[in-house]
């Protein structure tokens, strides 16, 4: 998950600017102002960032109602004024955690007049040093709900458009740790050895950026602390979090070094990224433990040796999708990882060429791996099927056809747009549609517990040849091949 560099539209009240829910007051003559920094991200990839304390353990990219941020403020007149404004939470967050306001009371001893920055910095301490922010972090003992991604922003106040700026102090790697060695281990990593660093490790070189002196420490986190161990159960995978200040440079060669059940562990191969490590990303790294041999490898990674795209599907229930095949068709064996889901079939049915068609069926997820026996050569399709809202019937006049809605449970009831064209009945789960005249229309239907609404497109035919609706229709259990809702 990758973290682009950070935009702010923040908003910053000051008497000469906008002020919003100002409170002012007077003390020997001087105006002071309680300002409201409104702080705004337009992009999913580009606020404050946490990690998530479900079982995910991914970053999330939304204000919390947690979060702190010190401010500061400096003026540059007749010399650099400095103030510390304290701390302030973020309040009146949006519902989609994109913006939230911080209250901060104005410098007391600036100029009231002239134009001053503000500083705020979240995620890790900060404290005056020789009127510098000297921002720093540690080894950290708290839980994943309070640790947050290092950054600080910028807001030049005093201007009708105030200059923004904004900086991740570091980034995050998440190190996604596979136990499929047969038995529970407890696995600790100690760290990586390689010739060429790709962090700062020592706080006196790592660069200053105006009034900020950066002197942060790497911090590692898993579970539900900050300690980089975990007891992994077989078959199961722990995510461990690193944090650090990365130098730009690339992970070259790196060696992972672990102690598994206390016995320290290298990784039989080496991990090298493809492009340099960048202040405010999240990058992944994978490894397996077999019980002999520690390796950077991703376990999830869906193979796809014979070129099937999308390799990825998102399906409805009794939907599918399908896939022009190569040639090689009589080859394929198909296998799902849950049969209820999702299953593969070959169809040589259609207009003379052949598909592999993928079937969703039940509500949930599953892997269908396609094998060419002739060659080994594998293709793996992650498969999530989502509930079934829209049905189609195809009839004749004066006959019958029915559509029975997945959910055998449902207490039912519905409406025909137009009466003329077809009727139907509710049995249970079963739609029994009656075909009326030519015509097509359709028929509404609701659950009533949940409110669900489901619909059902009805093409009425005559049995002499009147036709509306798709041509040549394929029809089997309520689905139809070539309409919209069924892609092939």
């Known amino acids: ?216 420490a790497p911090v590692q986190t898993t579970g539900q602390s900050v300690a980089a161990i975990a007891k992994i159960e077989s078959g199961n995978s722990a995510t461990l979090i690193s944090w650090y200040v990365p130098n730009g440079n690339k992970l070259e060669n790196v060696t992972m070094v672990a102690k598994i059940d206390d016995i320290e562990i290298r990784s039989s191969n080496k991990k090298s990224s493809k492009a340099n490590i960048q202040v405010g990303h999240a990058y992944h790294m994978y490894a397996t433990w077999d019980g002999t041999e520690l390796k950077f490898d991703n376990p999830n990674k869906l193979v796809n040796e014979l070129g099937f795209e999308p390799n990825e599907l998102e399906l409805v229930e009794d939907g599918g999708y399908g896939y022009e095949t190569t040639g090689r068709e009589q080859f394929y064996t198909f296998e799902s990882s849950n049969p209820t889901v999702a299953t593969a079939v070959l169809n040589d049915e259609l207009v003379g060429d052949s598909f592999v068609e993928i079937n969703g069926h039940e509500i949930g997820k599953a892997i269908v791996t396609i094998t060419d026996t002739g060659t080994g050569k594998k293709s793996q399709i992650k498969v999530t099927v989502s509930e079934r809202f829209e049905y189609y019937a195809i009839t004749e006049v004066g006959k019958t056809y029915e559509v029975a809605i997945k959910n055998k449970n449902g207490i039912y009831e519905g409406y025909v747009d137009d009466s003329s064209i077809a009727s139907f009945t509710i049995s249970g789960n079963v739609i029994t549609v009656t075909g009326l005249k030519l015509g097509n229309t359709v028929i509404h239907v609701t659950e009533k517990t949940s409110g669900k609404q489901y619909t059902i497109d009805v093409y009425v035919n005559e049995a002499d040849g009147g036709h509306v609706g798709p041509d040549n229709p394929s029809v089997e259990d309520g689905e139809l091949d070539d309409v919209p809702g069924y892609e092939l």
């Open 1 to 216: 998950m990758k973290l682009s560099s950070i935009f702010l539209d923040i908003i910053a009240a000051s008497a000469l600017t906008i002020c919003y829910n100002c409170t002012t007051v007077e003390d020997d003559n001087r105006q002071r102002t309680i300002d409201v920094l409104r702080v705004q991200f337009p992009c999913n990839d580009a606020t404050r960032v946490g990690v998530e304390t479900d079982e995910s353990l991914d970053l999330h990219f939304t204000w919390n109602a947690i979060d702190k941020l010190h401010f500061y403020a400096f003026q540059n007149l007749d010399g650099l004024h400095f103030e510390d404004l304290g701390e302030s939470s973020a309040t009146n967050i949006s519902e989609d955690g994109k913006s939230c306001d911080f209250n901060i009371e104005r410098p007391k001893a600036f100029d009231q007049v002239a134009p001053y920055s503000v500083y705020g910095v979240t995620g890790c301490e900060s404290v005056n040093f020789e009127n510098k922010i000297n921002i720093y972090t540690y080894l950290q003992r708290t839980s994943l709900s309070q640790f947050s991604s290092p950054f600080w922003l910028k807001a030049d106040v005093g201007y009708s458009f105030p200059k923004v700026e904004a900086q991740h102090v570091g980034t995050y790697e998440l190190l996604h740790i596979k136990n499929t060695s047969g038995a529970s281990i407890v696995f600790k990593l100690i760290g990586f050895e390689s010739d060429r660093k790709w962090y700062y490790d020592n706080a006196a070189f790592i660069p200053e950026t105006g009034e900020i002196r950066n002197n942060m």
